[in-house]
């Protein structure tokens, strides 16, 4: 199955805006992309309150999971939004 | 006539308005058992769930900053598809779909707590999504800030941060709580929005919605239906005030001219213009956390002297005075194995980190000394949590060596205050922490709300500690200057400079009316208000005897 490692850009980790966001990405992919911290179990990645649940911090290694047609450009997608910092005004 | 009430002040001014409670959390009817028709029912909460998410989501776009990035990600929670499959599977264990509902966010709310520390604060928050959702569903009133249609003083058991996220202050003049202490959520956002505010006011459960009073955020005290002579005469004091408070400036001094340095905390790098612009002599506390807290490796020595260079230059001229890093208990470090400990606010923090961790300390005293001889602020150093004389001359001698002059220490454990002749013979200066110092002299948990009656400041077992610190610093000639919330009441400043202390460190905004406060008191009015506090059974009791004895205009 395609994955992708990223590291945690934003240093509030995957709390607040950034989960959001990243939730909100993976939402609008055609197809459905998990996510678990490094050697964690996956969670669907629609989810806020599974996302805020794995607790990913800043500089975190995390890894996205997706399967199906679309699935690479799902993980690009998604993988770009864990990368960037999303933390305002810093 | 009205009669009066009162409680802990923690955000001064005046205002004058109708009350507006906030409607409580709707209770949870019994448990009906199995809905007949299962899927209805999840229309119906869905239904529910959406309408709560679109209000939260209007008003993470009507606001901005931090509160905003909370409240957006908080208004994606109902429609969350995992809530939903909960709920169903709720619903197919036979519950009513209220209590489907209630346990379908306990799922995840306990799961929030299991992972603790920041996660466990963010459960509060689905408790406010849950009471919403059930208030949607059975009709009941939002829970919530109020809207009557006109400007109010807002009433609350307590306040979440949800609520407090989106305070309009053109609508909300006041604010007054049952619960809530000094360091409370409620008080550091009052301040921040410059709202006057009460809290731990227990007799405000009786105010009916409506009823006019005039609420004095100096005193903690509330006036109920004043008479138009009482609302004209705290008004006009109140713009007494504010005239004075724009015309003061320069150092601090007493009315008889005893000089009072009065300094500004400062905490993270964005604060630094705001606090470099106040008109102070300089940074009384220096809080160096902000290097390492996000960091996932220590900081580089010449990432560190950068930093300090970036304040010392903003405070070319003045004093700065660098706390080493108070890391461990609520401020652990990604980067340094804290073990685990059952009580970290008593464990291996501060100062004592050195002994695990001694080039953390080098590292850090290298990089102040190098930043500080590149500019012309006058630079000290201290240490947080030192307990032992031994600690702080070993701290101090560190200091010296790396070529810093002035080498003090904090006294925010009670040995140290007990101890603060032997403490400063072997240091340079000693800086009073009143925070800290307050919860272990309690022995009450800063963090723990139902104790904020004992983590005040103006507890006389508390200004005890501070007398004999500060009287010690007089016997052998070294100042004992005062950084924490203690320092920005004016009223408590009298007090504090009374007892001999000889520099107030504070929030910038805070100032003008502590300088204003001390210049209209001389150096023996003071010693006499902290005489009277000294002398007082509670904290309540000394705040009132000082109140009443003082010819404060603040």
Same mark, same amino acid.
């Given at each position: 199955m395609p994955e992708r490692s990223v590291v945690v850009g934003s240093t509030v980790g995957l709390h607040a805006r950034p989960a959001a966001l990243l939730v909100q990405a993976a939402a609008s992919q055609p197809v459905p992309v998990s996510i678990a911290k490094k050697d964690g179990d996956f969670v669907d990645a629609r989810s806020i309150l599974m996302v805020i649940g794995l607790d990913a911090r800043g500089g975190d290694e995390v890894v996205l999971r997706a399967e199906g047609d679309g699935a690479d450009a799902a993980l690009d997608a998604v993988a770009t939004v864990v990368a960037e910092n999303h933390d305002s005004g810093k | 006539m009205g009669n009066t009430i009162a409680g802990t002040p923690v955000s001064t001014g005046i205002a004058v308005a109708p009350i507006a409670r906030l409607a409580p959390p709707p209770g949870l009817p019994a448990d009906s058992g199995p809905e007949a028709d299962i899927a209805a029912a999840i229309e119906n909460a869905q239904r529910a769930l959406n309408a709560v998410a679109d209000e939260l989501g209007a008003r993470a776009s009507a606001t901005s900053g931090p509160a905003s990035d909370v409240l957006f990600a908080q208004s994606m929670m109902p429609r969350d598809p995992s809530l939903a499959i909960q709920i169903k599977a709720q619903l197919e264990q036979g519950k009513s779909l209220p209590h489907a509902v209630t346990g379908a966010f306990g799922v995840f709310r306990a799961a929030l707590e299991a992972a603790g520390g920041y996660l466990a604060e963010r459960a509060a928050d689905l408790d406010d999504l849950n009471n919403r959702t059930i208030a949607e569903l059975l009709g009941l009133p939002m829970p919530g800030i109020p809207n009557p249609g006109h400007p109010f003083i807002l009433v609350a058991s307590d306040l979440a941060p949800a609520d407090t996220a989106m305070l309009d202050t053109k609508q909300v003049l006041g604010i007054i709580t049952e619960l809530g202490g000094p360091t409370s959520h409620t008080a550091i956002l009052a301040k921040s929005l410059g709202i006057p505010a009460i809290v731990a006011c227990s007799d405000a459960t009786a105010l009916v919605d409506g009823t006019t009073v005039l609420l004095d955020g100096a005193s903690g005290k509330i006036r109920i239906e004043p008479s138009p002579a009482e609302i004209e005469g705290a008004t006009a004091h109140a713009e007494q005030l504010a005239r004075a408070l724009a015309k003061s400036s320069g150092p601090g001094k007493t009315a008889d001219g005893v000089p009072v340095k009065l300094l500004v905390n400062l905490g993270a790098p964005h604060e630094l213009d705001a606090a470099a612009a106040?008109?102070?002599?300089?940074?009384g506390l220096l809080r160096t956390e902000f290097l390492y807290l996000s960091k996932v490796t220590a900081p580089t020595v010449a990432e560190q002297t950068e930093s300090y260079a970036r304040v010392f230059d903003a405070f070319s001229g003045r004093k700065v005075v660098v706390r080493t890093l108070d890391a461990g208990a609520d401020k652990p470090l990604k980067?340094?194995? %804290?073990? %685990?400990?059952?009580?970290p606010a008593l464990g291996v923090r501060g100062l004592r980190l050195t002994k695990r961790h001694p080039e953390m300390l080098t590292d850090q005293l290298a990089a102040i000394a190098a930043a500080a001889s590149k500019g012309d602020a006058d630079v000290w150093v201290m240490a947080p949590m030192v307990a032992t004389p031994r600690e702080a001359a070993e701290f101090a001698a560190a200091a010296h060596e790396h070529g810093l002059r002035t080498a003090g220490t904090m006294v925010e454990v009670p040995a140290a205050a007990l101890r603060a002749h032997q403490v400063l013979e072997g240091c340079d200066f000693a800086s009073i922490g009143t925070n800290d110092l307050g919860q272990y002299t309690m022995a009450a948990?800063?963090?723990?709300?139902?104790?904020a009656e004992l983590l005040d400041p103006w507890q006389p077992a508390l200004l005890e500690l501070v007398h004999l610190t500060a009287q010690a610093g007089k016997d052998t000639g070294k100042p004992v200057g005062v950084c924490g919330e203690a320092a920005s009441d004016p009223l408590l400043a009298l007090v504090l400079v009374g007892l001999g202390v000889t520099s107030l460190s504070m929030a910038p905004s805070s100032i003008p009316a502590v300088r204003v406060t001390l210049a209209a008191h001389s150096l023996a009015q003071c010693s006499e208000l902290a005489k009277l506090a000294l002398t007082a059974a509670d904290a309540a009791e000394a705040r009132q005897l000082v109140s009443d004895a003082s010819q404060s205009i603040a």
């Open positions: - | 106040a008109d102070s002599e300089g940074v980067f340094v194995d %804290h073990g %685990h400990e059952e009580n948990d800063r963090m723990q709300g139902e104790l």
